[in-house]
């Protein structure tokens, strides 16, 4: 059974810090391109970050450049995001998910081209 599964949200106060994990089971991450996408109360689904499956190149949307870092542990076939001096803007349901290599990088942020989602994990920013 394939299935993506997130942790780590919480509240956090402005400035602070989270780590959020995404266990992959069912498939190898190797094999796939994953990202993390958000979404708050009223606006659509947002793409966050990506790694690559070609060149393990990594994208950031313009909001989380030099704040949040994307990794993967392929031996553990887990994707994490580091989110670092977080903002009340950063409040949203974070979402990890997966594609296939059918894709160019490029389109990373099209949100039907991915093939496994997460239930989504909740993360609060505020004082």
């Known amino acids: 059974q394939v299935q993506l599964v997130e942790s780590g949200g919480g509240l956090v106060q402005p400035g602070g810090s989270l780590r959020l994990s995404c266990a992959a089971s069912g498939f190898s991450l190797d094999y796939y391109a994953i990202g993390w996408f958000r979404q708050a109360p009223g606006k659509e689904r947002e793409g966050v970050s990506y790694?690559?499956?070609?060149?393990?190149?990594?994208y950031y949307t313009d909001s989380v450049k030099g704040r949040f870092t994307i990794s993967r542990d392929n031996a553990k076939n887990t994707l994490y995001l580091q989110m670092n001096s977080l903002r009340p803007e950063d409040t949203a349901i974070y979402y990890c998910a997966a594609r296939t290599r059918l894709y160019g990088d490029s389109t990373w942020k099209v949100t039907r081209s991915y093939n496994y989602w997460g239930q989504g994990t909740q993360v609060t920013v505020s004082s």
């Open positions: 790694i690559s499956s070609s060149d393990g190149g990594t």
